[in-house]
């Protein structure tokens, strides 16, 4: 039987889907990951502890233990992993985005680079160290511009300034997010540069695909119907298909398309960001691994598939062609935290699932813990999910379902 | 079909006198009521008892004497409810029919016993929670039906971003490895109830 090993994070979401679409291809997994398993030793070849930040020596690990557990693919659900994925990949001969690739992709300066660099529309940007003074650059740097950490995700750090002293104020509060203790962790130590780029408006969307020996196959467009014009970028709703024009959608698949093969993107999932502003379009971001969260589970294919099972699929050699998005709308509403302390109840939750069109709610966050919004805090309290014919319902569902629930967040004692 | 035998499923007194008072609230002929599973889940079995007019019947209902009205059901909920009773609670906060169905008893209901169950138990004890214990956690066993094990996870494995690893990698791989006919296992855990969770999902 096929041994495919799944890379996850300590903190994802992603695991339980990735293994159960693994299940439902009756195949053995593998989970590695930064979280030691307590189990290990009772049963062998299930899991593999590996490091993040050393990318080789856990490519090493790896290569070692298919050399006792045969592997048919290496499939990662995060960031943090793919320069693992790649570099073990290659090492194996399996099919995945290579590690040159894969390294460009993760790097926004250096991603921006090569694309202004073939000549793709890219938003003006430099790279400074956080042991820089940040006075020079608040002088020299148009604005709006849009600082961000490099080493951070998911919005987290990213600050917009529409003036000097925003932007200092931006400087000092980014560099106090990198001091946190599990952004430390999750940086890895690299923790030292901050991206200064311009601001630009106009609407966000995100592209979901896979590249097949460097093709994109696009699975879904998604709209986010928020505006996203700062102060911090905090994501809340998705929602497909897109609403955008057919002429602007066949836009967005071919700038992708472009900006996969500037960087060498091969085989395995993709996640792109991108700015519409009437016909200017800019990525954003364009990740080696598929959309975050719990988010995925919006995405339905025919035949009857998730996006984890096509992710699999690809991954195995199998082929992904015949299979095509429902038609019908669907969204994910990833619930902002409305102010920091400590999370006392979630009300109204009943309510919010009986809005019609309202196919979920998960609370993410435990009743107790602390919580702190964007753009210190790195999760959100939950989920809801929506689907009906016609993206302008389900947004309205989610919006409506959203209103009900009742977040009573106390101060910390 | 038409089935005038007695009712599979037996309303007790007060029940019956319930039911009697909403049809007559309702003050129409011909009203029946109509039992139907609505879940036959063992992890959280529901169902629908309401009160319907003679035209919302199907050509595949059967049709019982419920002595003083006809119940009314689609076969496979008369299979799934013979046996069963139907009472009327009415408490400070709630008040409603109340179905004992011993063909759908939620899982946890019955007590832990058997050869199967305790060798579970055993290996649970012996092998799964001296290792979820170095991070803070516990699993107990739940009930073991038809070779399915449900497990309740606790402590730092209660909503922990690695719990579905630590099931599907550990403790199923550990429990089938020591009981072979185990069919499937089954996380009945309320993880967004987890206070301290080992890992926090975030991403």
Known sequence: MSRILLLFSRASYRAEAFVAAARRMDIEVTVGSNHASILAGLAPGATLTLGVTDVHRSAATIGRFAADYPLAAIVTAEDDFAPVASEASEALGLRYHGSEAVRSARNKALMRQLLSADGMQSPWFHVASVEDHPTTFAAEAAYPCVLKPLALSASRGVIRADTPEEFSLAWTRILDILEQRDASRRSGGARDEILIEEYLPGLEVALEGIVVEGELRTLAILDKPDPMEGPFFEETILVTPSRLPD??????????????????????????????????????????????????????????????????????????????????????????????????????????????????????????????????????????????????????????????????????A | MSDRSK???????????????????????????????????????????????????????????????????????????????????????????????????????????????????????????????????????????????YIQMGGGCQGCGMASVTLSQGIERILRDQVPEIEGIEDVTNHQGGENPYYEASK
């Open chain 1, 247 to 412: 002429d602007v959608r066949t836009e967005i698949v071919s700038t992708v398309q472009r900006a996969v093969s500037v960087l060498g993107l091969l085989d395995g999932p993709i996640h792109a960001e991108l700015r519409v502003d009437g016909e200017q379009l800019s990525i954003l971001e364009i990740a080696p691994r598929s959309i975050g969260g719990r988010c995925s589970t919006i995405l339905r294919f025919e035949p009857e598939a998730t996006l984890e099972d096509l992710i699999l699929r690809h991954a195995l050699g199998l082929p992904i062609h015949e299979y095509a998005c429902v038609p019908d709308a669907a969204g994910v509403m990833m619930l902002p935290i409305p102010r920091a302390g400590v999370l006392r109840e979630v009300g109204g939750t009943e309510t919010a699932l009986r809005v019609p069109g309202v196919e979920g709610l998960e609370i993410a966050i435990p009743v107790g813990q602390k919580v702190m919004p964007l753009p210190e805090g790195n999760r959100y309290l939950g989920f809801l999910f929506a689907g009906g014919k016609t993206p302008a319902r389900v947004e309205a569902a989610l919006r409506e379902a959203h209103a009900k629930l009742e977040v009573i967040i106390e101060p910390e």
């Open chain 2, 7 to 149: 009712s599979p499923v037996e309303f007790t007194e007060l029940a019956k006198d319930t039911v009697l008072r909403f049809m007559d609230m309702q003050g129409e002929d011909g009203l029946a009521v109509r039992v139907k599973v609505a879940s036959p889940s063992p992890l959280d079995p529901r169902y629908e008892i309401s009160i319907i007019e003679a035209d919302d019947k199907c050509a595949e209902d059967v049709v019982f004497d419920g002595n003083g009205f006809e119940v009314v059901m689609e076969p496979e909920s008369a299979k799934l409810l013979d046996g069963a009773s139907i009472d009327w609670v009415e408490t400070l906060n709630e008040s409603g029919f109340k179905v004992e169905n011993p063909n759908l008893a939620p899982i946890g209901s019955k007590p832990l016993e058997g050869p199967m169950t305790d060798r579970v138990r055993q290996a649970i004890d012996q092998f799964v929670n001296p290792g979820v214990a170095q991070h803070g956690g516990h699993v107990t066993l739940v009930d073991v039906r038809d070779n399915i094990v």
